[in-house]
């Protein structure tokens, strides 16, 4: 069982950024690669980013990339979420997930675990 706590989120201008943390309970954070989705108001949950288990192999989607990096320091059980030059459209709650797999996922699907969410607001 893991237990995901995500925080880091708020309200930022179009331009600014913000670090979205996520911390994991248990012993066995290292054995999943993790994730990160984002669900705006009257949308389907999608992905974001993800990350391998020892921090190898990183994915992002199309409409992050370039702007967003996610991390992981298995010593501190944590995935972060370093998010620049957000846009208006990047508003939603973003939550984090966790798949006992060694490769991440960019389905919903495919992960096991996951937090509450964090409510990220970019105002024009």
């Known amino acids: 069982q893991v237990q995901l706590v995500e925080s880091g989120g708020g309200l930022v201008q179009a331009g600014g950024s913000l670090r979205l943390s996520c911390a994991a309970s248990g012993r066995t954070f290292s054995m999943y690669a993790m994730g990160w989705f984002c669900q705006a108001p009257g949308k389907e949950r999608e992905f974001v980013a993800a990350i391998g288990r020892n921090g190898g192999g990183t994915y992002y989607s199309d409409s992050v990339k370039g702007r967003f990096t996610i991390s992981r320091d298995n010593a501190k059980n944590t995935v972060y979420l370093q998010m620049n030059s957000l846009k208006p459209e990047d508003t939603a709650v973003y939550y984090c997930?966790?798949?006992?797999?060694?490769?991440?996922?960019?389905?919903?699907?495919?992960?096991?675990?996951w937090g509450q969410g964090t409510q990220v607001t970019v105002s024009s």
């Open positions: 997930a966790a798949d006992f797999a060694t490769s991440p996922g960019r389905h919903m699907l495919e992960y096991d675990y």
